[in-house]
């Protein structure tokens, strides 16, 4: 009994073995075209809106000339995506938004829209 359980364990070992070698093998063979990931395959972006897009629906930011009834006043919130890639609906940042925007740093921010 324990030596047709040795065999059977020794049999899968070696299939995981040639497994492993036979890819080993096809990564060094492989032409390069194999492995680059072509970007034309993919499909085209939705229609939906984005996360940005909703967050400025949803609390009726503005991009470009501020409304009417903010003249004068600083935005109190800002729709930005992050160095980190989160769009976010944010108080903090809306210093560095502006900071961006009009004193022309590099924040690493997409500053989508100011809100109230």
Do not use: N
Request: charged fraction near 20%.
């Amino acid at each position: 009994m324990l030596s047709t359980l040795l065999q059977i364990v020794k049999r899968r070992l070696a299939m995981l073995g040639g497994f492993a070698v036979g890819i080993g093998i096809m990564a060094l063979v492989a032409p390069p075209a194999v492995l680059e990931f072509d970007r034309s395959e993919l499909p085209a972006e939705s229609a939906s809106p984005s996360r940005a897009e909703r967050l400025v629906a949803k609390h009726g930011c503005w991009s470009g000339t501020a409304p009417a009834d903010m003249a004068g006043k600083l935005p109190g919130r800002v729709v930005a995506s992050t160095p980190e890639g989160r769009t976010v609906y944010s108080a903090a940042l809306v210093a560095p938004a502006l900071d961006q925007i009009f004193g022309e740093r590099d924040r690493g921010l997409v500053v989508h829209a100011f809100c109230r």
